[in-house]
Every structure is written in C-alpha cells, then in structure tokens.
C-alpha cells in the first residue's frame, strides 16, 4: 500500500495528524497552520486520513475520503479541491466523536478582560461570523466551531482552528481581515462557497488561555434587533443539542452543564448585522458584574 | 392482588432543579430526565419504598396538602406507568 | 511506518514493551489499537506502565469511554429483562454485555455495541412482541433484508429503541441458519448460568465456542483481532479455574459441530497472544493458520486497512460459510441490483 504524506497540527489541547494521499491539502494546511505551535513531542490525540474513495481515484476525477482514528459511515468523499475542508471537516469529526477531555459546545467563542462570550445556535445564525468579525474589533477570537467546557473549572477553553466562512461571509471578511490570512476558494461545496480565515495573531499566541464564561448568546440573523430572555430549561436543553459529547461524559458532563447553565447569563439576540450586534452584545456586557 | 412500585434507587439519581422544571440524572443509564410536577414529588416520596399507586397518592396529597380522592389517584397512575417506561419506577411482582 | 498490527499484539501481550516506542510509534499503534476496537483493551493492559503524558490522556479517555459503554450496556440488558418480565423463558445475554454482566476478565476494556440476546427458537414471535411492546422499533424498512434475515439468519431483523436509540438483536442460535457447523442451540439454552438479575449467560465452553464461531462466520474476519482476544482471555480465566475445561470443550465442540473451527481458533490465539493452550485441543499447525495470521494482522501505522486481495478472499469465503452457492448468488445479485455496495 502506498505511503501517505503527513503533518502534525496543534490547535487548543488537542493535537492531530493529517496523513493524505495527496500533497495538495497538506500544503494548503502547512500554509495556513504555519503560525500555530506543533505538537511538542509529536505525539497526537487523534489522525485524520484523506484517501481515495476507490484506488484509481487518486488520479482520475480525485475524490476524497475523510476516514481516521473516529469516522462515520456515510461521510460523502469530497473533489480534491475542498481537500482542505475535508481536512477540516475530518478534524472536527474527530473532536465531535472522541474528545472527552471537556464537555464540547458547538459554539463560537471570543474573548476579553479574561471573560469568554460564547454564541450558539443552528447553522445560519451568524454565530461563526460574528464571533470573526468581532475578533477583528478589539476581541480574542477563541473558536469559531467548538467552545470546550472544562469539567472542573468550569471555564472555556480556546479551539482556534481556521475560522469557516460561508458564502456572503466571505466577502464581509474581505473587506477587514488582510488578503494573506485567506485560505483558497471553494465554490459549491455541500455547505456552499468556503473560504478559511487565518485568526488573528493574540487567538493562535494565547491559545492555551482559558477564560470564565461570562454571557451566552443565541444569536439569530435576519431578525429586528432584539433580546429575549430564556428559561433555563430552554436553555439546557438547546445546549444538550449544541453538545456532540455531553452524553458521553455521563455524569461529569451533567455536572459541568448544570453548572454552566446556572452561572451563566443568557439572551437569545436577533439581529440584522454586525453592528447591530455589537451594540446588543456591549450593552449586555456593560451590565456584566 | 395490589401492584406495587419502586423507585430506582436514591443513591442512582442526582437532582438539580431549573426555573420551571427539574433535571434527573440516572446514574445506570447515563441519561438525563426533564421531569415536570408532580413526577420529582412522587420519587421523593418513594424513595426506597415499596408502595402501591395508592398509597404513593395519599402520601402525596398528605404532602401537598390536596384532598385525596378527586384525581390524585388518576395522575399518580399515570405518572407512575411513564417513569416505569422510562426505567425510573420499577412494577413489583406482589 | 508499522505495516501491520503486530505492534498491537505485543503491547497487549507485554506491556512494558511499549516503554521503548519513540513518539512517533505511539500515535501509529494508538491508531491501530481504535480501528481494531482494542483501545479500550489497550488502556487497561497499560494502566500500570510508563508512557507520554498525552499518550496517558488518550488511555485514560479510553478507560472512562469504555467505563460508560459498560454501564450502558448492563442499562440496555436490564431494560430488556424489564420488557420481557412477563416471558417465563431463558434470556441469554451473548458477547460483550455477556462478558461483563459476568464479570469477566475478557470485558475490562472491551468495547461493546449493540445488546445480543438469546432465546429458544420457537418463543421468537413472543419475545418480539413484547419489545415491540416495550418501544423497540424495526430498523430495516426493506422487505428483501427483512426475508433474508427471518428465513436464513440466526437472528430477527435488528430492533432499536425508539429512545434510547440503541439496538438489540434477538439471536434463537449462534450461527447462521445456512453456515455449515449447526450449533445445539438447545444445548446451549439448557446450560446457561442464571445471574442474580434472573438474566443468563452462557455455559464457559459455550461461551468460548461462540466466540470461536463469531471470529469466523461473522464477516471477513473483520474485528478479528478484538474477538480473538476475546477468546484468549475465556480461554486463560476457565482454564485457570477448571481442570476438566479442555475436556469439556473438546466435549462440547463435538455438539455444535465446530472441532475444526476451535481448533484453528486455540492455535491462532497461541500464535498471535501466547494463550497457553491445550495440544491436543489445538490440532496440527496447517500452512493456511499463516495466511489467517496475516489476514488478521492487515492494519497500517495509520490506521487503515491493508492487503485487499487477503481480505477480499476471506470475505467470498465468508459468505461461502454462511450460505450454500445458489443462496449466495441470489443474495450478491439482489445486493448489486439494489446499487449497494460492492464487495470492495
């Protein structure tokens, strides 16, 4: 069988190794992650493969498929030209089915004064824009995909790998963040057009600091600008759904959620564009004790 | 002959209560229940008991101070048959 | 680059073996160790050995993963034996659940998946009508699968759970109806060891043989190496505590018609895990036990599944087991027609 190319990449607490069939995505990823720490003894918690779907689709129309250590049995091969998303999609894969070390939120998460805002929501709620666009104004990015609970302390952990943007993201992006911190194009993706953001400087340098979580947001677009209030058993129960491991930590994820959700003040937040939210989200945060 | 229930045992189930209803952890199987009222008062009242749906509802109107009779008996029963699908109650064998 | 799963087998067999693996060895066998369902194993056998601290973070997340599918899994039985109060025969729980509802050695670590239960052949009907009854849902709307399974299967279609969504299936015996040894299913019922739930298992040499018979009729020896661990710690606990094991289960292979397949199986276990066992039980080394070995030990340092044209004359083979020519042609056919997957 053939060898397979392969690098390391540090992101947060956990560590990874991409092995491809091809080159192609691994240098894109090398560019990309050229800034983040590698692991420091090479040792990694997970690997992520990208192989062909059949072995003569290495060459002829390349597609593929994302497999590793965790992989789900109907996962669609990808052309080698979302290589890199398949990357991605297989490392998050990995951190949604194997990560035990912390209770996983899907949410973004940015940081100041030591205190993390964390953004949940479906898909389309703007969660992952928001959480880039303020990170270009005076926040610490922390994550754009998975907000890590600690078990024992109760804080948010950073998991800043590259921030996914989506389709009129992109172009939002543009007009703030430098051209060189873009990854490649990619049109018509199963998610539509993808474009990769390098984060800021401070997100990748301080990526080991963790803060305590100070204000939960459920953000929707589109929408009149507006908070509402949430019952704590709508709000435990939407993070149930947020979460890809809370089931699988037992009792230690029902700890750290309970906790969670008494500690932490919540809004659900409509909103029609970045400014708008921030607005709301500095006004919340001025209140904060 | 009177059917008789139990509750799984207290030490198998953490308690934390929210705004408008109450969460139970059962430790066996790793699942968490939202209970709404009265479900949370008819396990406590169990506690490591075995009772009949009878009793558990006179118990619970002594607690509540309710009239027994009306349909406290009816609410018990049914409360009583969806805990035991859920595992939370177990049915006796008299 | 490890080339196969031999680094596995000597960690499990020797564990302070791994203390001389450079780092880059570590997320290779860590790899191989998940993809053979043997991460859990793995931990356990290593709990008491140096290794890297994010090595150390890994088998710790094993350990606990594995501690809540061992909990999950006794949960499930116990909702079955609940579901099925009422049914007055023998409920023999089969494989994993098995393994640590008896608290056996061969269930530290090991990873289990859905809940196998065992009854009587003919209580078929009743005993699913009363998971049915109990929130059990069928899985597979298809009625071609549904067929396949009732008329040549040694199990009903499988049921889940509506939710927990978890899936049990319902075994009346231990291999296919089709496959060529036909266990004593009967035999097998009337042995079985009641545990203080009022659940069973299985006699020890049935236990054995049934894992001896999962480790070659079930798949193209797919999760072979996790099943032959299986069978190397059943093997060392009863024969440690039981003199007259190997006479038993020379015994009771002659029952269910499966002399040949333990033998091969006693000789892999020795060959691969150092299981003492049992000369006479094993047989003669044959020339195919080679090809066997290396059919089983078709894993890469990354993880991926090696030497297709092995693995693809044990899957023809496989099938050829379970069902007779014509079946399988017909069952191939409606497979291809139907677009599912090929055999690759």
Same mark, same amino acid.
């Given at each position: 069988?053939?060898?397979?190319?392969?690098?390391?990449?540090?992101?947060?607490?956990?560590?990874?190794?991409?092995?491809?069939a091809w080159r192609q995505p691994l240098e894109q990823l090398s560019g990309l992650y050229q800034d983040y720490p590698a692991p420091t003894d090479g040792i990694v918690d997970f690997t992520v493969r990208l192989e062909p779907e059949k072995p003569w689709r290495r060459y002829i129309r390349p597609s593929v498929h994302i497999g590793g250590d965790f992989w789900l049995p109907d996962a669609a091969p990808l052309p080698l030209a979302q290589g890199l998303l398949a990357a991605e999609m297989g490392m998050n894969l990995q951190m949604a089915l194997g990560w035990r070390r912390h209770l996983l939120l899907h949410a973004s998460s940015v940081e100041k004064d030591g205190k993390a805002l964390i953004m949940t929501g479906l898909s389309g709620s703007g969660k992952s824009t928001l959480s880039a666009m303020l990170a270009e104004r005076g926040w610490r990015f922390m994550g754009d995909e998975f907000a890590l609970l600690d078990l024992d302390t109760g804080n948010i952990l950073p998991f800043p790998r590259l921030i996914s943007l989506k389709n009129q993201a992109i172009g939002a992006m543009r007009q703030v963040a430098a051209a060189d911190r873009f990854g490649p194009e990619m049109k018509g993706t199963p998610k539509g057009d993808i474009r990769h953001l390098v984060p800021p400087k401070p997100a990748i340098e301080r990526m080991d600091e963790s803060a305590s979580p100070a204000l939960l947001l459920f953000p929707r677009f589109g929408h009149e600008p507006a908070l509402r209030a949430m019952g704590q058993s709508e709000i435990f129960?939407?993070?149930?759904?947020?979460?890809?491991?809370?089931?699988?930590?037992?009792?230690?994820?029902?700890?750290?959620?309970?906790?969670?959700?008494?500690?932490?003040?919540t809004k659900a937040m409509d909103y029609q564009s970045t400014d708008q939210a921030e607005e709301l989200i500095e006004s919340l945060w001025n209140q904060l004790p | 002959m009177i059917q008789k229930y139990r509750a799984a045992p207290t030490d198998d189930l953490i308690w934390h209560a929210l705004d408008s209803m109450t969460l139970l952890f059962h430790r066996p199987s790793g699942i968490t229940h939202m209970l709404a009222d009265p479900a949370p008062a008819i396990l406590e009242i169990m506690a490591d008991a075995t009772l009949s749906a009878d009793e558990i509802a006179s118990r619970l109107a002594a607690?509540?101070?309710? *009239?027994?009779?009306? *349909?406290?008996?009816?609410i018990v029963h049914a409360r009583l048959a969806e805990l035991s699908g859920l595992g939370l109650v177990e049915r006796i064998p008299v | 680059m490890m080339r196969d799963a031999r680094s596995l087998l000597q960690a499990l067999r020797e564990p302070g073996s791994v203390e001389a693996l450079g780092n880059d060895q570590w997320p290779e066998l860590i790899s191989i160790a998940r993809a053979e369902s043997l991460i859990g194993t793995l931990a356990h056998r290593l709990k008491d050995v140096t290794v890297p601290d994010r090595v150390r973070a890994i088998l710790q997340d094993a350990a606990e993963a594995h501690d809540l599918a061992r909990q999950q899994a006794l949960w499930e039985a116990d909702c079955a034996r609940r579901a099925l109060a009422d049914y007055p025969g023998k409920i023999v729980l089969m494989k994993g659940t098995a393994y640590v509802a008896a608290d056996l050695a061969a269930g530290v670590g090991r990873s289990i998946g859905d809940l196998d239960i065992m009854v009587a052949r003919e209580d078929l009907s009743v005993v699913e009508a009363a998971l049915l009854d109990a929130g059990w849902e069928w899985v597979k709307p298809d009625p071609y699968d549904d067929r396949y399974y009732r008329d040549y299967m040694h199990e009903l279609p499988p049921l889940i759970h509506r939710e927990r969504d978890r899936m049990i299936d319902v075994h009346h015996t231990t291999l296919p109806l089709t496959a060529r040894p036909t266990p004593d299913a009967r035999a097998i019922l009337d042995s079985a060891i009641a545990l203080d739930n009022g659940l069973r298992v299985m006699a020890p040499t049935d236990m054995v043989l049934h894992s001896i018979a999962h480790l070659f009729a079930d798949g193209d020896l797919a999760g072979g190496l996790r099943n032959l661990w299986d069978i190397n710690l059943l093997v060392r606990q009863f024969a440690e505590t039981d003199e007259e094991f190997w006479t038993d289960l020379n015994v009771r292979a002659k029952t269910h018609g499966l002399i040949k397949e333990t033998q091969r199986a006693l000789r892999l276990a020795a060959r691969l895990y150092d299981t003492p066992v049992y000369r006479f039980s094993a047989g003669h080394t044959q020339f195919s036990d080679y090809l066997y070995a290396r059919r089983l030990l078709a894993r890469d340092g990354y993880g991926r599944e090696t030497r297709k044209w092995t693995r693809f004359a044990f899957y023809v083979r496989s099938h050829w087991l379970r069902m007779p020519p014509l079946m399988l042609a017909r069952h191939l056919w409606t497979k291809w027609r139907k677009g599912g997957k090929s055999l690759e």
């Open positions: 069988m053939r060898e397979m190319n392969q690098i390391r990449l540090g992101i947060g607490p956990a560590a990874f190794r991409i092995a491809s129960v939407r993070l149930t759904q947020a979460s890809t491991n809370y089931v699988a930590l037992g009792k230690a994820g029902f700890h750290a959620l309970t906790r969670f959700v008494d500690r932490v003040p | 607690e509540f101070d309710i *009239d027994s009779g009306g *349909d406290t008996e009816n | -």
